[in-house]
């Protein structure tokens, strides 16, 4: 069973930046796919970003795009999201998530417990 581990979330400003980390301590997931998720006040939780187990290949929403990093540490069995510009409507909890197949956008098998990250205007 991957355990899957999140940090970083925390309160910031409009415009600034955060890092959240994804760690699988114990567990190589080297070849998995990892993605982020987050899940805002009163809303649905929704995708936000996936890298493939190479790292070659990225996936982002239209809402993050442009703003959100995914990269992963296969050294360090960690995955990350580097968020910059945050706006208001970025606050939820972000959730990382793993799976041994390609596919991006659904049906992971490992959750972490999430971290919260507040953007105040």
């Known amino acids: 069973q991957v355990q899957l581990v999140e940090s970083g979330g925390g309160l910031v400003q409009a415009g600034g930046s955060l890092r959240l980390s994804c760690a699988a301590p114990?567990?190589?997931?080297?070849?998995?796919?990892m993605g982020w998720f987050r899940q805002g006040p009163r809303k649905e939780r929704e995708f936000v970003a996936a890298?493939?187990?190479?790292?070659?290949?990225?996936y982002y929403a239209d809402s993050v795009k442009g703003r959100f990093t995914i990269s992963r540490d296969s050294a360090k069995n960690t995955a990350y999201l580097q968020m910059n510009s945050l706006k208001p409507q970025d606050t939820a909890v972000y959730y990382c998530a793993a799976k041994p197949r390609t596919d991006v956008y659904t049906d992971y098998d490992y959750w972490g417990q999430g971290t919260q990250v507040t953007v105040s205007s």
């Open positions: 890298i493939s187990g190479s790292g070659h290949n990225t």
């Open positions: 114990g567990r190589t997931f080297s070849s998995y796919t």
